[in-house]
């Protein structure tokens, strides 16, 4: 289960957005839908996902009409905020979402259309498990209007995946991709590097693996430490070594060398494309700031400004809907600095990068020793006004933020 909520204001009962909020109805708008199961917890993962022994009452068989609860107080929400608008695209996380059966998702997507519309070329995205996918579960997925599978294949070499407590058996990736390919999906492949005992060759294996199923889209996330789980316990104990910064920058170079050679160009720090149709759309929606709308147990979602967020446990978020109320746990809505600074944290990760000018103008005379470190490119600086980050820069993402920000 991941750490603590953050702290906010307590959220209204009826879930009511504040009166004086102005959403733009131009904004682009997304939803979200976390579907909180696991076979088994993943030693690495702080995401708030619960396996059969921990859901105290919950029930898998009853999540999609509890979440569509969510859904019809949404429209409602909206609806009386003047801010309604159809989905630019829709997500389902987790967890595992390809536990539930192919239909209960389908059932959920349903729900979202009807509540607010789907525009027509609109990303629809499952993640899966590539033990979870059968060509019976993707065709109907597709016949329900998904459009892309997220596949969570993480390594190709079984030691590593058993360092990360992964159980999915490798061969079943490609048999997943396989049958997403058959039923008309673009396919993405997720992985992690630098996870205890892998060594570049490991890596490279994984790659080559990766590359050899010809995904639309690769993912490649550098393994995190996160407080709390697992492997944050084994490291503690001495049972198994820490991440080590040079492998893994080694790791991501290696990742960005073969993922170019193979025609994929990266369009933000952790993700490359084949084309920029392939690019993650969903993504992109948080990391430019639209509006989205999260539905499940420790969602959060954000519109015009306001965020907030689910209670996390799924028993208490369906309690909550059972009695008519807003499972919102708390909200807040940040002030110019803080949006600032989450302005220029995640714009400066895409490849388009940062405009100067939204920089903070005592701070824009950084830019000079960003470049002179080579950790943004002279040239989108000097031509464009942009922050774009060079390989290093890449590399070193935190301190570029650090440098605009501090």
Not at 45 to 51: E, G, L, R, V
Not at 147 to 170: E, F, K, N, W, Y
Request: glycine residues 8%; negative net charge; contains cysteine.
């Amino acid at each position: 289960m991941a750490g603590p909520l953050p702290l906010g204001d307590p959220a209204p009962a009826d879930g009511r957005l504040p009166a004086d909020l102005r959403p733009d109805g131009a904004t682009p708008f997304s939803a979200y839908l976390h579907v909180p199961f696991c076979r088994v917890r993943c030693g690495y993962c702080d995401f708030n996902t619960y396996t059969s022994g921990e859901l105290r009452g919950a029930k898998q068989e009853d999540y999609a009409s509890t979440l569509l609860r969510e859904v019809s107080l949404a429209r409602e929400v909206l609806s009386e905020a003047d801010a309604l608008r159809p989905l630019d695209t829709v997500f389902f996380g987790g967890g595992t979402p390809t536990l539930l059966p192919a239909g209960d998702l389908g059932r959920m997507l349903d729900g979202v259309a009807a509540a607010f519309g789907i525009r027509p070329g609109a990303e629809v995205t499952v993640e899966a498990n590539p033990d979870t996918v059968t060509p019976e579960v993707v065709r109907t997925l597709a016949d329900a209007g998904v459009t892309r599978m997220s596949i969570g294949m993480q390594s190709a070499v079984p030691h590593v995946l058993a360092a990360l407590d992964r159980t999915h058996r490798p061969e079943n990736v490609s048999t997943a991709v396989h049958a997403a390919r058959q039923a008309g999906l673009d396919v993405s492949v997720d992985l992690i590097y630098g996870a205890p005992g892998e060594t570049l060759a490991d890596w490279e294996r994984s790659l080559d693996a990766a590359l050899a199923l010809e995904p639309d889209h690769v993912s490649a996330y550098a393994l995190i430490i996160e407080d709390g789980t697992k492997l944050a316990r084994q490291i503690r104990r001495g049972e198994v070594p820490a991440p080590d910064d040079d492998l893994q920058a080694d790791m991501y170079e290696t990742a960005d060398e073969r993922l170019a050679a193979a025609g994929f160009g990266w369009y933000e720090v952790s993700n490359w494309a084949r084309s920029d149709r392939n690019r993650s759309l969903h993504n992109l929606a948080y990391w430019r700031g639209s509006d989205w709308w999260g539905f499940g147990p420790g969602a959060h979602s954000h519109v015009a400004g306001l965020r907030w967020w689910n209670v996390k446990h799924p028993a208490a978020y369906a309690q909550r809907l059972d009695a008519g109320d807003s499972p919102a746990a708390g909200r807040e809505r940040p002030d110019a600095e803080a949006r600032m600074l989450e302005r220029v944290l995640l714009q400066s990760r895409l490849v388009e990068g940062l405009a100067i000018d939204e920089i903070a103008e005592e701070r824009r005379d950084r830019v000079a020793g960003l470049i002179s470190d080579g950790l943004v490119d002279a040239a989108a600086a000097l031509r464009e006004r942009r922050v774009r980050l060079t390989l290093r820069g890449r590399l070193l993402a935190d301190a570029v933020v650090r440098a605009l920000t501090g």
